[in-house]
């Protein structure tokens, strides 16, 4: 069997045309397996999804308790077969129940990576690599100049700027599942234990990330009344990025906007959206772990998808490897 034949790019998505399945897929599809519940990956309308448990619950949050016709809950690590396909879920490192996918058929094996990181995160589990034939790499940051900073020095420079502006209300901007609960518990860890303010559209899913045993400290709502701007003053805010161009976002005093994403290297980024406080805080391997990875894979071949598929590819032919880009679309940032 040659891989083309175990997985294939479709308009829907990753198809599997002996499991009769698709992976992530873009479009309503009878059978879906999801990596992660980011909005690119994890779509309602599916007739049947198998997924992690906590994916499962995160797009119950996300789109409706009635998001699918039927659902089956994934345990890591174990071996599930769909019309004689072996299908394994392995930690991926991104978010609260991202997944790689394993999909193993007649001495055929492909590991899809979903998204991806490598940097340890509290807020889930880390990322394992998983040997295999052919590996399905993301390569969201898949250029040379992608070389994410230590985590805590970022969120010391958010620390420091609370620290010298003691008046102003430091707004962060951080997407509502995985980056925003990431950058709570980075900040406990450095030792902040003063409540801190969530939007409304974080509530849910920080909720959710307790009930998982992710600790993320006092959180309280950032509610602005008539005459109240001057309560955040030396305060953190975190919301997600489009709710601080709104009226909400204009409601505190002269604040300090900060945004956590890997794009935040590109200093016109950061300008073009305003950002004072830039935070280079990424959900996804940059390029160092992303070729790190797919030596740890053993795979010779690689697929690469939904990035800066070029230069990947590239490394790969440099160093002897098979690779070739699979051009999916309709996959964006939301986790960056």
């Known amino acids: 069997m040659r891989p083309s034949d175990l997985l294939q790019p479709r308009p829907e998505g990753l198809y599997c045309p002996p499991g009769d399945f698709f992976i992530d897929p873009v479009k309503p599809v009878d059978k879906a397996l999801i990596t992660h519940g980011h909005s690119d990956h994890a779509r309602a309308g599916h007739g049947a999804v198998l997924a992690t448990r906590e994916t499962l619950d995160i797009m119950a949050i996300r789109c409706g308790?009635?998001?699918?016709?039927?659902t089956q809950a994934a345990a890591l690590g174990e071996e599930i077969a769909i019309n004689g396909v072996s299908v394994t879920f392995y930690p991926a490192g991104h978010v609260l129940g991202s997944a790689q996918i394993r999909v193993a058929h007649s001495g055929q094996s492909i590991v899809a990576s979903g998204d991806y990181k490598r940097r340890a995160d509290p807020t889930c589990r880390g990322f394992e690599p998983v040997s295999c034939d052919v590996f399905i790499t993301e390569a969201t940051f898949g250029l040379p100049v992608f070389r994410h900073p230590d985590d805590r020095e970022e969120i010391a420079t958010l620390l420091k700027s609370v620290a010298q502006f003691p008046e102003r209300t430091h707004l962060v901007g951080a997407y509502s599942l995985g980056k925003a609960q990431r950058v709570i518990r980075l900040l406990r860890d450095a030792g902040y234990s003063e409540p801190i303010f969530i939007h409304g559209a974080l509530q849910r899913l920080c909720d959710y990330y307790a009930t998982q045993g992710i600790d993320l400290g006092v959180l309280e709502p950032a509610t602005v009344d008539k005459g109240g701007k001057t309560d955040f003053a030396g305060r953190i805010v975190v919301g997600p990025p489009s709710a601080f161009s709104d009226r909400w976002g204009r409601r505190f005093v002269d604040p300090v906007s900060a945004f956590a994403s890997g794009w935040m290297r590109i200093r016109q980024r950061a300008k073009q959206r305003g950002v004072e406080l830039p935070l280079i805080?990424?959900?996804?391997?940059?390029?160092?772990?992303?070729?790190a990875t797919i030596s740890e894979t053993g795979a010779g071949e690689v697929w690469v998808t939904h990035g800066r598929e070029e230069a990947i590819v590239r490394w790969c032919q440099i160093n002897g490897i098979a690779a070739r880009p699979l051009h999916l679309v309709g996959y964006e940032d939301e986790g960056d």
């Not at 805080?281 to 070729?291: C, F, G, K, P």
Request: proline share 0%; glycine share 6%.
């Open 65 to 70: 308790e009635s998001f699918a016709g039927s």
């Open 281 to 291: 805080l990424s959900d996804h391997a940059d390029w160092d772990e992303l070729v």
